[in-house]
């Protein structure tokens, strides 16, 4: 269960010095593919929501991704369970309604009037 742990932490940790070494909210910056044909994906914003986070910014971490910023809980639990060695099981209902929650974000992310407009990052 040890090595479980450390991996965990390891790729926590590993994860948010890239981050923080590569402050993706900087213009220029990586670009995703869904960007390229000018659409904001569900999970757009999300390095920069964890930058802001590792750095005390709550509401530019809101501005940058709500949604998964309110789904992160869920993955964190997700992980801990891992690392305990127990199994995650989720109810029958769970993963429909992730979805259709991403799906609806997807969707009002893109609509090009406001207020809508607002949510593209």
């Known amino acids: 269960m040890f090595v479980r742990w450390a991996a965990l932490g390891a790729g926590v940790a590993a994860g948010c010095a890239y981050v923080l070494a590569t402050d993706p909210t900087t213009p220029g910056g990586l670009v995703c593919p869904s960007k390229w044909v000018g659409l904001c994906c569900p999970g757009c914003g999300g390095l920069r929501m964890v930058y802001s986070l590792l750095h005390g910014r709550v509401l530019d971490a809101v501005h940058y991704n709500a949604v998964t910023l ?45 207020p809508f407009s607002r949510l593209y990052v």
């Open 70 to 114: 309110l789904i992160l809980p869920l993955f964190v639990w997700a992980a801990v369970q891992w690392a305990r060695g127990k199994s995650v099981t989720w109810p029958r209902w769970g993963p429909p309604v992730l979805m259709g929650v991403l799906a609806a974000w997807f969707v009002a992310r893109n609509l090009p009037f406001e």
